[in-house]
């Protein structure tokens, strides 16, 4: 297994444009968690899904974040519209739920580093 | 409020020496407590969790409930323990989610 896959590694765009990022967890895990990444805050829930159904996106800046699953393989992260201050690192994990809840391993991807001028 | 506290952004020592990684959490609940790792260009990783009661890589780590720390230890460290290191608290009561700390970057210098 090639692990968490993550698309774009890098992202340079604009203030106001719309970004995406994608994640393909790891075949079988049925628990993905988003978070970001910046030297201030360190490493920041977003969002997390179990069996494909967000069970806590408080951790989600404002509207201009969503997140998807449509099915047990794919998710999306959107950021419309971006701003500077949305510059990190962005992560995707993925993990196997045991009695309901994840079981605390994590298997990350690689991290889409975002930069909005 | 459910929190992971690492006092130190950045722990500088020389080879040889021992480290010690602070890490504190608040939880009402009964806590499991992570230590992951993120070597340059690689992944964040597990490193150890409080529940194996394992050595890793010569890393240690003890739980005290009484001082809510999960303090990372190793006698002597090596150029190759340089590396971002998270705790992480997992919240039994919020499905398991995982939250972390900011993180503390580790540098052993020759």
């Known amino acids: 297994d090639a692990g968490v896959i993550q698309s774009p590694r890098h992202e340079v765009t604009e203030m106001g444009q719309e970004v995406t990022l994608r994640c393909k967890p790891i075949?079988?895990?049925?628990?993905l968690f988003w978070y970001r990444q910046t030297m201030m805050r360190g490493l920041e829930l977003l969002i997390y899904?179990?069996?494909?159904?967000?069970?806590?996106d408080s951790g989600m800046p404002e509207d201009r974040f969503s997140a998807k699953m449509p099915n047990a393989s794919f998710s999306t992260l959107k950021i419309q519209p971006s701003e500077p201050r949305d510059s990190a690192v962005y992560f995707c994990?993925?993990?196997?739920?045991?009695?309901?809840?994840?079981?605390?391993?994590?298997?990350f991807g690689e991290g889409s580093r975002l930069t909005v001028l | 409020a459910q929190r992971v506290t690492q006092p130190e952004k950045l722990l500088s020592v020389f080879k040889g020496a021992p480290v010690e990684l602070k890490c504190n959490y608040s939880?009402?609940?009964?806590?499991?407590l992570f230590w992951y790792v993120q070597y340059s260009r690689q992944r964040l990783q597990l490193l150890l969790r409080?529940?194996s009661r394992e050595s890793i890589k010569g890393f240690t780590a003890d739980l005290n409930k009484g001082e809510t720390s999960f303090h990372l230890k190793k006698p002597f460290a090596q150029e190759e323990d340089s590396a971002m290191y998270y705790c992480?608290?997992?919240?039994?009561?919020?499905?398991?989610?995982?939250?972390f700390g900011q993180g503390t970057e580790l540098s052993v210098k020759p």
């Open positions: 075949s079988g895990h049925n628990s």
């Open positions: 939880y009402s609940g009964s806590p499991e």
């Open positions: 992480a608290l997992r919240l039994y009561n919020q499905g398991g989610k995982l939250i």
């Open positions: 899904f179990n069996n494909n159904v967000p069970i806590d």
């Open positions: 994990a993925s993990s196997l739920l045991s009695g309901g809840a994840n079981t605390g391993e994590l298997f």
């Open positions: 409080h529940i």
